[in-house]
Structure formats: structure tokens, C-alpha cells
């Protein structure tokens, strides 16, 4: 209603003819997920509660309250709830990686650092004394910066809810303070005689099975139950361990085995005539059993980022396969009744485009035939199952079309809904043709020219054939033209052509349906979570293996300097060292890559990536096989980065120690 400025005042005398509107914006913006709970509250009090009442009281008429939001708000919280036990998995992946790290860093500093503590407790310093001690010096180098990763958590990633910010941030500081001490105190509890401990020759102790066999039994369970619960069932922080507990066990397999190759490798080694090979074999299996830690951390840091890129690689991989069924290929063309005829030749031309296939789609009513709708199509078998070849769509079965003789019913390829409405019988079908009796040869779950919905499935010429009367364009003519390929479609020149035509026809490309299974804000949250897990993973291994590249640092120099006065060339010396940190590195590395591919079967089944992918109510079909697929890059690259960092540091410290004189390293260890 338009009305001049002056004549507003006369809208108070209408009386219960007029309504009066009152438009209230909302500030996006400010909204957090901890306001939906009480925003939904009070929109249901104001739509029909207290405050709804106390609206109308006061104002002595009747007020109703109306607004869109309350579904924002409950598909919000819908998406949060099914995305927050895989946003959980990451969070509990990166934290227990962390954790592995900070205690690895305690037992490398407590080895490196056991003559000197053996020697306080040989001289009478006691237990509490020791342990304060350590204590101190952990804490004056962790408190302070678990106080400043808070601040800067606080400060570059503000929020409403701070309390689990500083909790994470004190557990962080707990551990890496009380990690050294406590270790040093277990290593030195009870007086022993010196002795190697190596790992080649250790003897797994009674108490060390009893907790390696606990290990494994939770990690049976968890693998049971989120097989069987899966991730729909609740954020559970057993459930989320899952992959980490996996990741445990494999590490505690392969140090059971990990002795094994290197004894068989050190005899045939010990015949060969130069010492390089024996030496440095010989030295890996003397590696402490401290050597442990590391490839704990290593393996559970490389597991945490392999699931993290199969997480992301079944969305990303899900999305393509739902938009590539709902187009069937890279573009198609749809018209209400029959293409022109020029167009097919038309479209041909324009960039991009490999080739075309008509296909003609009846949309049939629920009372025919089946008694529920579906599409009947009319395709050339052998270039129709060309195109869904190249699709990437289930095989289409054309030689259960062409096998007709023109007697009874016509075989066809139905959707498996029609198929189990068939029953192993017949059926009439009616398109513009004419009345033809079908018969079920094959079955098919997905089609490409008819996507998200039941279909049935004929040759156009066996059609044409039964109906020689009726072999006219508008009943035989397509009405749909499938598009393929060989390059990026230019989607304004195929709109273009397609108008230039005539016709009322409707264009829909690949690039652009899958342009809009794009993230919403939620999902790009989470996605962006596991991101980071696979960055921190990788981050974590990389770490892990410099802090234990660095703890047998003086030992390496110190075996180079003795190597060098016997006559070891540099480049022997070069083969020594990788040769001594080789084992234990492509144990890592192998194992890393091993228990990523064992994590998909095992967990696959339990993790639901559909609201991740697609939310929690899907827009679109989801594709049956949506789950956890390998990445490659996020599987074998951390793996193989482990392994040239392992070199390169190798090689600097071969080369920094090469320029230094020998007496500075053969003095390790005297003070």
C-alpha cells in the first residue's frame, strides 16, 4: 500500500480494519552456538508463551509473533549435533598426539640425562629431592608458555566460552612439567647396575604384556563399538579415540616385531667385507628401548593425519559422485517435449565438447503400470552404456537390450524399486509410441538420464520396431541430450548455442551442481578442523622425529669422530648414520602408511561423513557408497617427508661435526 506522509495519522481510525507491522532485523553476526538454546526459548515464548501473553496484556490487543529464524536455528543445531562426533575424532586425534609428544620429549630428556641423575642417587640425593628438582626445571620452561599458547588462543581465536581454553592450556603445561620427573623417578626408584638396554635384545617384562594385552582389548572394543554404533549415535570420547587406540596397537605390534628383521639382517651383514653396513645395522639394534617413545609418537601423529585426509577425501569424493549422478554427465540439455534438430550438431562445437547422446525421457504417472511414478527411457544401448562408462556411473547392461527378437515382452532395464514391483513378471508401459509389454533383463540402481527417481530402461530401434506406424519425431525424438567432455565446458557459450536453437530448454552443468554442494558455515568449520589435524599430524611426526634425531645427537658425533681417526671417509661416515637411523625411520614411515590403510576398513563402516558432506538433511541423493576414501597425498607424503628429514639432518650433522676437531666430540659425557 502506497499513501501520502500526511495521511498516516488517518490509519488510527480504522480500528480493527488496519494491521500494524513491525520488521526486526537480526544481526547474524553476533550469534554464537551457545545463544541457539536460549534464542529458541524465547522465540517459542514469544510465538505462543509467557512472553506472547504478556505482550497481549500489556498492550490490550492481540499480537502475534512470526519469523523464519526458529528453522535457521534448529537446522543449525541439527548440523552441529551430527557434525560434532567427527569434529570430536580430530580433536582427540591432534590432542592425544600432543600429548604422545610431550611425554616423548620427558623420556628422551630423562635418558639423556640418567647418568647424571644415576650419580645424585648413588651420592645420597633422595627421591623427593630429585624429583623437586625436575620439577622446577620443567616447570620454569612450561608454565610460561602454556600461559602464553592461552593468551595467544584467547586473543587470535576470541570466543564466548574461554574455561576450555585455559583447561587445555593447563593440562599442556601438567604434563609437559610432571612427564620428566616421573620418569626420572620410575628409572631410579630402585638402585640397578649399569647395563645396555637394547632394543634388538630387550625382554618384554610380565607387566609390560599385562598392559600391551589391556591396550589391545580396548582397542577391540572401541573398534567393536563404533563398527557397530557409529558416529550417529553421539559425540562418545571413547568412540572418537578409536583411531588413536588403533594407532597404539600398531605401534606395540611393531615393536614386538621390529627386533626381528634386524637380527636376520645383522648375520649376513657381519660376512660382508666392509664394516659400514655391519657397523651401522649393528648400532640401530643397540638403540635403547627409550627408542620406543618416538615411534609411538610418530605413529600415532602420521594415523591422525591419514584419517584426517580420508575424512576429507570421502566429502570431497561424496560431493562429485552426487553431483555427477544428478547430471549424468559433464552437461546435459533438457526440453519439455522434443529437441530441435539442429542442436545435438550445434552443441558439438562449442569448446570443450567431446560429444553428444539424445535420450528420450517420459515422466510416467504412479497409476501406470507399477502404481508409482518413474521415467521411461528410449536410448541406444551401446552408446547410452559408452556414456555412463565414461561418467564413472554403474555399468549399463546393453546387451540385455539388444538380445529382442520382436516376440513377447520387451527386455528392459528397470530400477531395482520396479524390479522387486515385477516380481520376475510383465508389466505394460505406455509411452508416445504406444503400449508395449516389458519384461525385466537387468537391474540397475543408479542411471544417468534419469537421476533420483525409478526408471525404465529400452532401445529406442526394438521400440521403433514393435510401432512402425508410429516412427514420427514428436513420439520417438529425444528430449534430453547428454554432453561430454574433453576439457572445461565454457558454460556461457553452451547456454548460447543452446538459445541460438529456439525451443524452451533448460541447461545444467557438472562444474556447477558441484559448485553448489559448496560448505555451508558449519561444515567449513569442521572441514577446516580436520585440515588442521592433518597439518598437525604431520606437524607432530615431524617433530617427534627431530626431538629424537637430536637425543642421540652427541652419541652420533661422538661414533663419527672415532670412525674419522681410524680412516672413515666422509662419505662413509654419511652411509654410517643414515644406515644406524634407517630401521627405525622406515618402520615409522612404512607402519605410518600401513595403519592409515588399515584404519578405513576397520573404522570406515562406523563413521558417518553425511552430515559433513551434505548436512544433516541432504538436498540431494547420497551416494550409496559415501564413506572414508585413501588420500594419497595426506597417507604417503608425511611418511615420505619423515624420511628426507631424517636425511637431510643427518647430513647437516655429518657436516657440522666434519668441520669440527674430534676432541670436542670424544669428550661426550665428561663433565
Known sequence: MLIAPEAAPTL???GKGASFYWHHPVDAGRLTPQDVAPLQTRLASLDSGPDATTLQTGTGSYIRATTGLGRVLTSFERDRTATLPL????????????FAVLL??????????????????????????MFGRLLGETTAAAVPASITGIVLALVLLPADRYLLSVLLGSAVAVTASLALPLRAVAAHRRPRPAAREDMAAARPSRRRTVV????????AGAVAALRRRGTVS?????????PVLVAIAAAILLLRLYP???????????RLTGAVTHLGLARAGRSPASAQLPLLALLMSLTVASFGGAVLAGVADGRDEAARAAIGADARIDANFVLPEKLAATIRKVPGVAGTLGVRVEPTASTAGFGMPYSLLSVDPVAYAALTRSSGLPAFPADALLHDDGTGPMPAVVSRNLAAKLAGGTTSVQPAIGTTEIRAAAV?????????????IVSSAQLVKRHPDMNLRQF??????????????????????????GGDLFVSLLSEERGTLSDSALQSGARGIYLAAVAGGAGYSALALLLSLLQAAPQRAALLARMRMMGMGRRDGRRLVFLEMLPQALLAAVGGVLVGLAVIPLLGPGVDITALAFGSDPGTTVPAGLGLRVDPLSLALPSAGLLALAYVVLLAQVWVTGRRRESTHLRVGDR
Request: glycine residues 10%.
Open 444 to 456: 540397475l540402481d543408479l542411471t544417468a538420464a534419469a537421476p533420483n527417481t525409478d526408471f525404465v
Open 87 to 98: 569434529v570430536l575424532v580430530a580433536a582427540i586425534g591432534v590432542g592425544a598426539t600432543a
Open 12 to 14: 488510527l481510525s480504522l
Open 212 to 219: 600391551e594385552l589391556t591396550i589391545t582389548v580396548l582397542v
Open 260 to 270: 626381528l628383521p634386524l637380527r636376520l639382517l645383522a648375520r649376513p651383514a657381519a
Open 234 to 242: 553421539g559425540a562418545d570420547p571413547f568412540l572418537a579415540a578409536a
Open 476 to 501: 520417438t525424438g529425444p528430449t534430453v541430450l547428454m554432453v561430454t567432455a574433453d576439457g572445461p565446458i565454457d558454460g556461457k557459450a553452451l547456454r548460447a548455442a543452446t538459445a541460438a536453437t
Open 104 to 129: 616423548m620429549a620427558g623420556g628422551l630428556a630423562a635418558e639423556r640425562r640418567r647418568n647424571e641423575l644415576a650419580l645424585l642417587r648413588s651420592r645420597g640425593g633422595s627421591m623427593r629431592g
